[in-house]
């Protein structure tokens, strides 16, 4: 927060704090938020220029006091995620989780979507085959992670963009988000342990929907189910994000992190489960029917 000196009668030298000029400037979240250059927040409209990372390739990774900031900003390919960005995501995260004084990550998108999903154009040509592709690394990364993590959802989540957020632990989302998992509508099945962790979540019945039938759920629903923490304006997306990375800053890091492994549960339960996703979209690599799906659909992309 800038400091103005102010001058009393007696001729002494008196500091006083100038307003702020943003609700959250001075706070642990505002550096290199709103600091000159400014760039954009990553959930805005776009209008702000936008600082892109010539190694992120579609990641803009900015970090404040005790918050990591990951944002998706491929908006001309509405975000779908590419196996350089999943690497991105992947090491932030990582690096994130050796950093004591990270108190929480944000992952936002820069337009007005969040994600349409992995780009269908190299997963058909470079199909992740292995638990080392990148975007196992992501997921790894994610289920891994001690940090808090914070989403903040505008628009469309389409596939992992879905998926990714049952290993959020708070989530934001305007009133236009929608959730979707496609996955059989291309001839795959779920990943990210969602086969698991989405049944848990919002029962059985309404996984069946979103995952046999590829049924979307509007953000009103998500929030009464439990997938989304709050829907919110989207004037407001913003603040309460940095309102709630500010309120984990001031949490003492170890009793923060030790009960976010409380809340997740077995790891080792989570992973088996994205193994075993894995074996299956392998098996299903093999099928004719959905060879035929992913080419026709990556050539219209």
Known sequence: MPLQDHRTESGEKKRNRVAPTHPYEGSLVYRRVYRAPKITDGMGDGQDVMRRDAEGQGIRVDDSIATRHICITRVERKNAITNAMYIRLATAIDSAADDDAIASIVISAEGPLFTAGNDLGEFVSDPPLTMEAPVFAFIRALVRTPVAVIAAVRGAAVGIGTTMLLHCDFIYAT????????????????????????????????????????????????????????????????????????????????????????????????????????????????????????NALARRK
């Open 175 to 294: 009133p236009d988000a929608s959730f979707r998992a496609p996955f059989v509508d291309i001839g795959l099945v779920p990943e990210a342990a969602s086969s698991l962790l989405l049944p848990q979540l919002v029962g059985k019945a309404r996984a069946a929907e979103m995952i046999l039938l590829g049924k979307p759920m509007d953000a009103r629903t998500a929030e009464r189910l439990g997938l989304v923490t709050h829907v919110v304006e989207d004037s407001e997306l913003l603040q309460t994000v940095l309102a709630t990375a500010e309120a984990l800053a001031k949490k003492p890091r170890a009793a923060l992190r030790a009960s976010k492994a409380l809340l997740r549960g077995d790891i080792a339960v989570i992973e088996e489960r994205v193994r075993h996703e894995r074996e299956a979209v392998l098996r299903q690599f093999a099928n004719a029917e959905t060879s035929t799906l992913l």
